[in-house]
């Protein structure tokens, strides 16, 4: 059974830094596609980052620059580093996967950025 399992979230100020982390089991994960998603209050879930099965990358436009994703395929975990967070990066954030057609999302960790 695929699991994920985000954690790292909490309060910062404006300006500060976050990591959040991925680990995933029942699957490796070397080969797979890895994304990290957010969904603010009453808005629609969004893409933040992909980390491909190559190790490529696609970052949205509002955290080019500020964030950065990694794999530990040692430790089948995704990392997310997130930096200059911004009031409007508040959000749940999730981790995601697809394997075997099925898509598998974690339960998501609160990231809150405020003064």
């Known amino acids: 059974q695929v699991q994920l399992v985000e954690s790292g979230g909490g309060l910062v100020q404006p300006g500060g830094s976050l990591k959040l982390s991925c680990a995933a089991s029942?699957?490796?994960?070397?080969?797979?596609?890895m994304g990290w998603y957010r969904q603010a209050p009453g808005k629609q879930r969004e893409l933040v980052v992909v980390?491909?099965?190559?190790?490529?990358?696609n970052y949205a436009d509002s955290v080019k620059g500020r964030f950065i994703i990694s794999r530990d395929n040692a430790k089948n975990t995704v990392y997310l580093q997130m930096n200059t967070l911004k009031p409007e990066d508040t959000a749940v954030y999730y981790c995601?996967?697809?394997?075997?057609?099925?898509?598998?999302w974690g339960q998501g960790t609160q990231v809150t950025v405020s003064s």
């Open positions: 029942g699957v490796d994960i070397r080969f797979l596609d």
């Open positions: 995601n996967t697809r394997f075997a057609n099925l898509a598998y």
């Open positions: 980390i491909k099965g190559d190790s490529a990358t």
